[in-house]
């Protein structure tokens, strides 16, 4: 392993994690940055799958659209409410975005192998085990370890978590996860479904999910991503698992004529969503972006727009401060650039899921 220092160490090689490595690559021609992820690639990531137009939009400016090349752009919603929650089309209009609806595996790959071909250094397949700090250095050092290899020490100027809802590297920085309050669950399958509607999003507010959802966005082929979501108390009160509130999603949408075939590929995750109180940069050169940084939204349960937008503001942040001297303000801003961008939506969105699980209740 090479003994310079790294200028950027990425841990993590999610959109939010390879976005920013890309950025970073495309701001400052000399800098070097490590990706670093425990798994290789391709992998998959359970998620809704659903790209906004303003994460695309992102991405073009990077050079890194082409993975939606063919695919369909998505701009009706068909929402779904019970009675007494109908007031709710006049608050929700998820048609104001369109979207690409691409699987994650297919999605995160392109991103991953665009940052290596943009000359980041590929440590997929390693574990981060451990980070410190050298004041005196002004250098984190990395402790990273494959499988079945030894211990490594690495050396970067800058450490960015992108390393998803359970963090090491925002637990290195001092801070905790998020608490219940701010986490949901999801469970997402593939299946087959035959007449479809192929250019809406389907989104269910069954009752006993509220303020979760089910959903069913369309892929090619008349394959779609179904799923379900709900707050993780709720979840933990029903005492059953996330594959049984799928099969009672799948039931319901049998009874209203749309029979699911070949349920397939089912896999669970958590939702850190997004709170006020979590700082993006807690130390002068570490910084948070993704779920790492709960930058999930948490009504919407969407999170990949609002990583793909930080990954490349902290890594043009990084470049400019590195390459001008000045890497702490030039952090700095990205994180206020971030928070006066978002934190009022984020806001707004928590402040309505609470408003409905309490509803919910009263009923």
Known sequence: MEQEPWDLAVVGAGPAGSVCACSALGTHEGIRVALIDRETFPRDKPCGDAIRQDAVSVLEELKLNAIFAGRSRIDRSRLNFPHKFQYLKKLIDFDR???????????????????????????????????????????????????????VLIRARVLVGADGASSRVRRVAGLELNSEKHVAVGVRAYAQLEGFDKGALQIDFLGRLIPGYGWIFPLQNNKVNIGVGLDIRDYKAAGKSLKSHLDDYVQYLAREGLVIHDLNNISTHPLPLAFSELPLVPQR???????????????????????????????????????????????????????????????????????????????
Request: charged letters at 25%.
């Open 97 to 151: 975005y369109t979207y690409y609806i691409v699987e994650r595996k297919l999605f995160d790959t392109a991103l991953y192998e665009a940052a290596i071909q943009r000359g980041a250094h590929d440590l997929t397949g390693y574990t981060m085990n451990g980070a410190v700090f050298d004041e005196s250095a002004g250098l984190w050092n990395l402790t990273i370890k494959q499988r079945r290899g030894c211990d």
């Open 285 to 363: 050169q570490v910084a948070l972006i993704g779920d790492a940084a709960a930058m999930i939204d948490p009504f919407t349960g969407e999170g990949i727009h609002f990583g793909i937008w930080a990954g490349y503001a902290l890594g043009r942040a990084v470049s400019e401060g590195l390459r001008e001297q000045c890497l702490l303000s030039a952090m700095e801003r990205f994180e206020t650039t971030y928070t006066d961008k978002f934190d009022s939506l984020m806001e707004d969105s928590q402040q309505l899921r609470v408003m409905l699980r309490f509803q919910r209740m009263l009923i």
